[in-house]
């Protein structure tokens, strides 16, 4: 799954740069949404990002590329890749800004880890899960 942001004025932080605050939300965001479409009906709750460093700095008006995929589902939970990229509008150039792996679990309604509907679990490579 792809989405874009653009860097408002009201992201930044007192420097005039990208607030990390922000870029660690929405990617938190985006990859629950790409997790909640590729398994409809679960509650998602996010459990960790693996790293969290930021390859670059980020202006206003930097338009941000956000790319989504799964590459771990396990019995209760996944987990997405997620790597963001500052898009120049003028040349199409991207340069990669921040990287990160999401881990999500599924909940049923009284909060206890559920399983996740469909197939069985899928290690990184695609392939089932040992």
């Not at 990390?20 to 709750?45: N, Q, T, Y």
Request: glycine share 10%; charged share 20%.
């Amino acid at each position: 799954m792809e989405s874009y942001k653009v860097v408002r004025p009201e992201h930044l932080n007192h420097y005039g740069y990208l607030f990390g605050g922000f870029l660690l939300k929405w990617v938190d965001e985006i990859s629950w949404i790409a997790a909640s479409r590729d398994h409809p009906g679960c509650m998602f709750v996010t459990v960790g990002m693996d790293r969290v460093e930021f390859h670059r700095s980020v202006r206003q008006g930097t338009v941000l590329r956000f790319a989504a995929h799964p590459t771990r589902r396990g019995l209760t939970s996944v987990q997405y890749e997620v790597n963001v990229y500052a898009d120049d509008l003028e040349t199409g150039a991207e340069e990669p800004i921040f990287s990160t792996h999401v881990s999500f679990v599924c909940l049923d309604a009284h909060g206890r880890k559920a399983p996740l509907p469909g197939e069985g679990p899928v290690g990184a490579s695609g392939g089932p899960a040992r």
